[in-house]
């Protein structure tokens, strides 16, 4: 059956898939969501003898219903190849296993944990900049290209981003010099993380762009959305052979692929011996933009037998506070963690909850977030909260994550990033650990984080070194080889050094394009 996707806001004719990849996000500022949820059509036994592209494939054509087979498979095809690290894309070990030195058992095979009751750490991070981004925006570029094709455009796609840190560079190695498209990334300037800049103001594709803005990364998501919600300004884009498109997680076209690796997750589990079919398993999710999660709650919903959905923030716990309350509160001091990529107060993708839980309600949905660009926050109703109870907010103060990159550190020899941290430390609090399988989301490599994670693990040591010595220490103590996502920006010249106004963003795209 077709899946056509409309606004949360209101609810016209639907487009197609491809339309709203191409769009990216509504024209009344909603987010398109599918009018319904396809049920997964396999059986986890066959599953389980699937390859990551197999199963990416089985996945999103369910989705992605106006793609042709040849099309999907080619897209997948050309994303989930060489450019990771290992064979199996997403590999799924327990902290001993993950030790190992190689991040990973031997590509595939089982190796039964020592302790019953560990979590599963699904790496998410073997892509092309270390960062679980990698796994959709390895496969955007292609599938908008396509989506470009089926759809008769001409214009020139131009990519608009703004990244709390890690979608910037996904983005950039995804559509570096693909033709048709150029992209413009804005990122928070003192926001991110010294690896994370280096990696994108070093980019080399001739059609990037990678501007700084003095401010958060709320300022410059709220300014995307505003030159996306633009008319005048789309129009004399339209006039010069430009179109905006975007790649932040609000587009359709970066969820559908994430859902792939919770099928891949529960697949690798019955593989293992550790579950059977049909039993379910818990997930836990770092959580910025509620993007990943919104992924494992879509595969929930299309059959996938998760119990229960730990959402993890860092101290801002803004989701933390909303699962406990039901009142979503941005108002409140923006922190910066050493979990940049979660610091967000303005979680775009809830908006996609908020419209399931409200009965598939755009109006409903579009009150509660005229009060939060207005009031600065909404409460939901009862009956919405009833329809949250699968979900469980948990949160990590900045030494609770520190801590437990120590712990893990320490008692396995594995070591997580503070991203995952979170989710690890959020995991061991909350979730009923044991009496259901559970998969942690880790969604960094450490080498994008080092001085963070060298500095958990012992501070005394590590304090006063640069940030390429650590790298060169945490090869050394973990065993991990550096990815050449490192090696690669050492003496890397810096190319983009443009800083901008958060009132002055419209300002440089138009300059970049000269309309
Ligand atoms: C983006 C990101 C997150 C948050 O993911 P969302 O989909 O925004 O919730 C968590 N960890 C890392 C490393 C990220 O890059």
Known sequence: MEVLYHSTRSKGEGIRASEAILKGLSDDGGLFVPDHIPDF????????????????????????????????????????????????????????????????????????????????????????????????????????????????????????????????????????????TSIVVFYPKDGVSPIQKKQMVTEPGKNTHVIGVDGNFDDCQTGVKKIFNDREFAARMNEKGYQFSSANSINIGRLVPQIAYYVYAYAQLIKRGELKSGEKMDVVVPTGNFGNILAAYYAKEAGLPIGRLYCASNENKVLFDFFGSGTYDRKRDFVLTSSPSMDILISSNLERLIYRIAGDDPDANAAFMKSLAGEGEYTITDEMRDRLSEFTGGFASETDTADEIKRVYDETGYVIDPHTAVASFVCRKYADAGRTKTVIASTASPYKFTRSVMLAIDKDKYGEMGDFELVDELNRISGVKIPDAIESIRTAPVLHDTVCSVDGMRAEIEKIYEV
């Open 41 to 180: 059509d396999f059986s986890f036994d066959e599953l389980a003898e699937w390859s990551y592209q197999e199963t990416a494939y089985q996945v999103m054509k369910l989705f992605l219903t106006d793609f042709s087979e040849e099309e999907l498979r080619s897209c997948i095809k050309g994303a989930y190849d060489e450019k990771f690290d290992t064979g199996v894309i997403a590999p799924l070990v327990t902290a001993d296993e993950g030790a190992s030195g190689t991040g990973r058992p031997s590509d595939g095979e089982s190796v039964r944990p020592t302790d019953e009751n560990a979590p599963f750490y699904l790496e998410l991070f073997h892509g092309k900049t270390i960062a679980f981004k990698d796994m959709a925006l390895s496969i955007l570029p292609y599938l908008m290209t396509t989506a470009a094709k089926k759809n008769g455009v001409t214009n020139e796609i131009v990519i608009l981003t703004a990244t709390s840190g890690d979608t910037g560079k996904a983005a950039l190695a995804g559509f570096a010099d693909v033709e048709g």
